[in-house]
């Protein structure tokens, strides 16, 4: 499909946003896994394309190609590609080029791109200048064969700042300093599920400059017991939260306990939270104790901040996990060649981290909305005004 020179020229609200974070310089950093005699398309430009046909709501590579085919005729000049020198037109990949390129690209350096793109925006609306980031570390299994574990650092506001693939026959335990690597973590705080209560991951985060909470089960024993024989009934309430929803009623407790040494790197508080939920429908409780610590020192946070941090963890579930699978249908998806499966989950994360910064808190919404204009998905990119 040619797309004439003369419309493009004659096409209005092209030019980059004035002072906005642009996305092509990013992928300009990636490495081309093409042959050298075999690149028409510039591979910032065929990202971006992808990139801009799954923030429309694309949930497999046929829509992906589909998008672009369809885009009009000003588009494929914003998304970066250049006009065949012969003909004078911009033609717009083929479906197969597109595939090939994705099935082989390298999934760390783009999820680098990606991280380092939301990071720039989040940087570019304010940032958190003066008070500490939450990121919050969970993995996710893809149901392939053979299944793909990815592990990802998501600001507790919703955007993916980096993903790491599971080395096969391994689990997430290697993957977790390499996960942060690329990302400044001075000024952050770290959370994550007991499976990443090593002394090895404490001792690297306060070495990379950041603060962590840590949730302590039995798998350290010692440490378990001797937090979960403190005079807890004796100790002040921090915070307490009363919530109804969902057809149940939850009440949340927080306390906190100060200590000259805990063995822990540089642990100075335990915390416990408590949780009573009671169902609505048939009037079951549950009662729920979760013991952690962090090395943020007393005084350092409020309960009430400490109790945001601690819930903020799960939204990575909620936030992340849920909308790949409900609302991409990620668990559904038939996508197995190469690097595929990665890559695509690669492209959703950033879809999801744009449109939670643009204030969108619905993402299905949100799609909708961006795929009933063209423009859309190029100016979240930073591509037109």
């Known amino acids: 499909m040619p797309f004439g020179l003369g419309q493009l020229a004659r096409s209005a609200g092209l ?98 791109a990606i991280g380092a793109f939301l990071t720039a925006r989040t940087a570019e609306d304010g940032g958190t200048e003066g008070r500490l980031r939450a990121i919050a570390a969970d993995g996710k299994v893809l149901r392939e064969r053979p299944a793909v574990t990815l592990l990802a650092a998501m600001a507790h506001s919703g955007e993916v700042l980096a993903q790491q693939q599971v080395v096969d026959k391994s689990n997430e335990i290697p993957a977790f300093a390499p996960l942060l690597t690329p990302l400044d973590l001075s000024g952050t705080l770290i959370t994550a599920d007991a499976l990443h209560t090593q002394h090895s991951h404490g001792t690297y985060l306060r070495e990379r400059g950041a603060h962590y909470i840590a949730v302590v089960k039995k798998n350290h024993p010692k440490l378990h017991h001797r937090i979960q024989q403190l005079p807890w009934a004796e100790i002040a309430l921090d915070h307490r939260t009363r919530t109804r929803a969902h057809h149940r009623v939850e009440i949340r407790r927080l306390k906190t306990a100060a200590f000259a040494h805990l063995d822990y790197p540089d642990a100075t508080q335990a915390l416990q939270v408590v949780r009573w939920r009671r169902e609505l429908t048939n009037g079951k409780l549950t009662i729920e104790r979760i013991h952690l610590v962090t090395s943020l020192p007393p005084g350092a946070a409020t309960g009430t901040q400490l109790a945001a941090w601690i819930q903020g963890h799960w939204k990575i579930e909620n936030l992340l996990h849920h909308v790949r699978d409900r609302t991409f249908r990620e668990d559904d998806s038939k996508i197995r060649t190469g690097r595929l499966p990665r890559v695509m989950a690669s492209l959703r994360n950033l879809a999801i981290g744009i449109h939670r910064r643009d204030g969108h808190t619905n993402i299905a919404a949100a799609l909708r909305h961006t795929a009933r204009d063209n423009r859309r998905p190029l100016t979240a990119l930073g591509l037109t005004g």
């Open 15 to 112: 030019a980059p946003l004035p002072g906005a974070v642009a996305v092509l310089p990013f992928l300009a950093a990636l490495p081309d896994p093409r042959d050298r005699r075999g690149r028409r398309y510039p591979l910032p430009a065929l990202i971006a394309a992808a990139a801009a046909s799954v923030l429309a709501g694309a949930q497999s590579l046929t829509a992906i190609s589909e998008w672009i085919t369809d885009a009009p005729d000003w588009a494929p000049r914003a998304l970066g590609f250049t006009s065949d020198p012969f003909s004078g037109t911009v033609p717009a990949p083929h479906p197969h080029t597109v595939r090939r390129l994705l099935t082989h690209l390298d999934g760390d350096a783009l999820d680098t």
